[in-house]
C-alpha cells in the first residue's frame, strides 16, 4: 500500500448523496487494496488497535452484520455487536437515550441500521464518533452500493457509460437508491425495470430511465441488479402473485438473453429463488456475480472503517 494517504473530507458516512466522484473513488480505491489482503492467509492489521466499535441493528440482517464485524476484526478493532432484541429498546428506551448511553462508551465507529428513513442522521448528531450508515429504512445503504460499485469495476473495468439496470422492487429499496445516486456520480446510465406500483413516482427525476418491461429494458445492459421483494415494507397488493411476478419479472434465460451477452447479474441478498430470480441463474458463475459481491464487501467496509478513523488515528 502507498505511504501516502489522502484525508476523507467527511465525519460520517450516512448516503451516497452528496458525495463526490472524488469520495467514491477514494473508498472503492482503497477497498480494491483490502482485497489482496483479505485474500492472504493472515489477514489481520493492527490498523485500528484500541479503537472501538459498536455495531447496533435494530433490524435484522446476516451479511452486512457480519461483514462489517469481519472488517473491524481484520483491522483489529474491539467489536461490539448490539441487537434489538437484546437491547433496552425492548424496554422502551428512546433511539436518542440509546446514542446518548453508547456515546458515553467512547466508541469510535458506531455502525447503525434502522427501519426508519433518516434514523441514523439523527443518530450521528448525537455522538462523538464515526457514524455509518448500514441501511436506514427505504432510504440509503451506501456501503451496499460501494460494494456493487467494486464488484462492477473490477469485472468490467469502468463504471462511466455503462448501462445499468435495477430490476424490481425498487419502490421500497434502499439499495436501489443508493446505486441510483453512486451510478449517476460515476457516468454510468441507470434504468429501472419493474411493475408501475413498485416503482417510485418521478423516478426519472432521479436521472433513471423507467420501464416496465424487463425484455424491453434489459436490451443492451451492461449489469443487472436484481432486488428482493421487501414483503415486510409492503401494506396492501403491490402485484396479483408471486407466479405472476416472477413470470413477468423474474430473471430467467429468456429474459437475461435480451441483455448484452456478457451481462454480469448482481443481488444484494437474501435472495428469493423463484421469485426475482430463478435459481440457476443465481447459481450461474459465468453470468452472476452474487458471491462476489459478498467478498467485496467486507473490502469496502474496511475502507470505510480506516477513512472514517484517520483523523483520531493522526493519518492525516
Ligand atoms: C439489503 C437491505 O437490507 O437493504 N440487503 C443487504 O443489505 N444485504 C436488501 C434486502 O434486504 O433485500
Not at 49 to 76: C, D, P, V, Y
Not at 149 to 164: E, P, Q, W, Y
Not at 251 to 264: G, P, Q, R, T, V
Amino acid at each position: 500500500m502507498s505511504t501516502f494517504q489522502p484525508s476523507f473530507p467527511h465525519q460520517h458516512l450516512l448516503g451516497i448523496e452528496g458525495l463526490k466522484e472524488a469520495d467514491i473513488s477514494q473508498i472503492i480505491d482503497l477497498a480494491d487494496k483490502y482485497v489482496d489482503q483479505n485474500r492472504q492467509t493472515n489477514k489481520k492489521k493492527d490498523l485500528l488497535e484500541g479503537l472501538t466499535q459498536i455495531n447496533l441493528f435494530f433490524e435484522n440482517s446476516t451479511r452486512t452484520r457480519m461483514s462489517f464485524e469481519l472488517a473491524g476484526k481484520r483491522l483489529g478493532a474491539d467489536v461490539i455487536n448490539m441487537s434489538m432484541s437484546t437491547s433496552s429498546i425492548k424496554k422502551g428506551e428512546t433511539l436518542i437515550d440509546t446514542a446518548s448511553t453508547l456515546n458515553a462508551m467512547r466508541p469510535d465507529l458506531l455502525v447503525v441500521r434502522h427501519g426508519s428513513a433518516g434514523a441514523v442522521k439523527l443518530l450521528s448528531r448525537k455522538v462523538d464518533c464515526a457514524v455509518i450508515n448500514a441501511g436506514d429504512g427505504k432510504h440509503e445503504h451506501p456501503t451496499q452500493a460501494l460494494l456493487d460499485a467494486l464488484t462492477i469495476r473490477r469485472r468490467k473495468g469502468r463504471l462511466a457509460r455503462l448501462t445499468v439496470a435495477i430490476c424490481g422492487d425498487v419502490l421500497h429499496s434502499r439499495v436501489a437508491r443508493s446505486n441510483i445516486h453512486l451510478l449517476n456520480i460515476m457516468g454510468a446510465r441507470v434504468r429501472l425495470i419493474g411493475p408501475p406500483t413498485l416503482i417510485p413516482t418521478g423516478a426519472e427525476k432521479l436521472g433513471t430511465e423507467v420501464f416496465h418491461c424487463m425484455e424491453e429494458g434489459l436490451k443492451g445492459c451492461d449489469i443487472i441488479m436484481m432486488l428482493r421483494l421487501q414483503t415486510e415494507r409492503m401494506h396492501g397488493g403491490y402485484f396479483p402473485s408471486i407466479s405472476e411476478y416472477f413470470s413477468l419479472y423474474g430473471l430467467d434465460y429468456e429474459k437475461l438473453a435480451h441483455a448484452k451477452d456478457d451481462a454480469l447479474i448482481l443481488h444484494p441478498g437474501p435472495m428469493n429463488r423463484g421469485v426475482e430470480i430463478d435459481a440457476k441463474v443465481a447459481d450461474d458463475l459465468t453470468r452472476s456475480a452474487i458471491q462476489e459481491q459478498v467478498e467485496m464487501g467486507v473490502a469496502v467496509r474496511m475502507a470505510c472503517l480506516d477513512l472514517l478513523t484517520r483523523e483520531r488515528r493522526g493519518v492525516n
